[in-house]
């Protein structure tokens, strides 16, 4: 059983359109991580978010950790190519001192 | 940049050969972590380590071992590797101020086991 269920696992869509990515989970989190992956590199955060209902927003790029701490969402307004990559979220749990991560969701933004 | 470095970078070995992935920082931090990665799986942890010599499996561990001699290296071993270890394998820190979760990623070693 996955801990945190992202979605979808794929989406493709073209240059400015706006789209939102998900974590779920019926597990609380102390904390969760989004990170970004290009091809042949590793992951690199783009937040954290730790408070209940607690909104970032980096650029373009907003994340929102739900209220009870069980899921997150990512939201991106006006899409480039340059978006384009694997996005992962990690959740981890109070006392637990290790991520957990997602399956993760390719992104494609086609020019 | 976070200062890790993982060796080599891609190695192709045939089953049941031993194989020794190396993770190296330069920033002192005590947690250390060996992930693999496979489409469909996102990041599997398979060890961890929370200082030297102080080691714990992650959810992946049957077929590995790790080990942790000095602060600055992670050693990941798989003792006779088999076709279901082909995997990109990334070695992550986390430095422990500020009390968050953040992981910084190693670039990865590309593995191919025939």
């Known amino acids: 059983t996955q801990l945190l269920e992202q979605s979808p696992q794929f989406l493709s869509i073209q240059e400015g359109e706006n789209l939102t990515v998900y974590c779920n989970s019926s597990?609380?989190?102390?904390?969760l991580q989004w990170y970004r992956q290009e091809p042949g590199e590793g992951p690199v955060l783009l937040v954290t978010?730790?408070?209940?209902?607690e909104v970032k927003k980096l650029k373009r790029l907003t994340f929102q950790f739900g209220d009870a701490r069980k899921d997150s969402s990512l939201h991106i307004t006006a899409a480039q190519p340059g978006d384009t990559g694997l996005y992962l979220c990690?959740?981890?749990?109070?006392?637990?001192?290790?991520?957990?991560f997602g399956d993760g969701t390719t992104l494609t933004v086609k020019p | 940049d976070a200062g890790i470095t993982q060796s080599p970078r891609h190695k192709v070995t045939e089953t049941g050969t031993p194989v020794t992935l190396r993770c190296h920082q330069t920033?002192?931090?005590?947690?250390m972590y060996w992930y693999r990665q496979d489409p469909g799986h996102g990041l599997r942890l398979i060890h961890y380590?929370?200082?030297?010599?102080?080691?714990d499996k992650g959810e992946v561990s049957d077929g590995y071992s790790v080990s942790r001699s000095k602060t600055e290296d992670f050693l990941l071993t798989l003792e006779s590797a088999t076709s279901s270890q082909t995997s990109v394998y990334f070695c992550?820190?986390?430095?422990?101020?500020?009390?968050?979760?953040?992981?910084?990623f190693g670039p990865g070693t590309r593995l191919l086991v025939l």
């Open positions: 990690a959740g981890v749990r109070a006392n637990a001192g290790k991520s957990t």
């Open positions: 380590s929370y200082g030297v010599k102080d080691t």
């Open positions: 920033e002192n931090h005590r947690y």
């Open positions: 978010v730790v408070t209940g209902g």
């Open positions: 597990s609380v989190f102390s904390s």
């Open positions: 992550a820190i986390r430095p422990t101020s500020g009390g968050q979760e953040t992981q910084y």
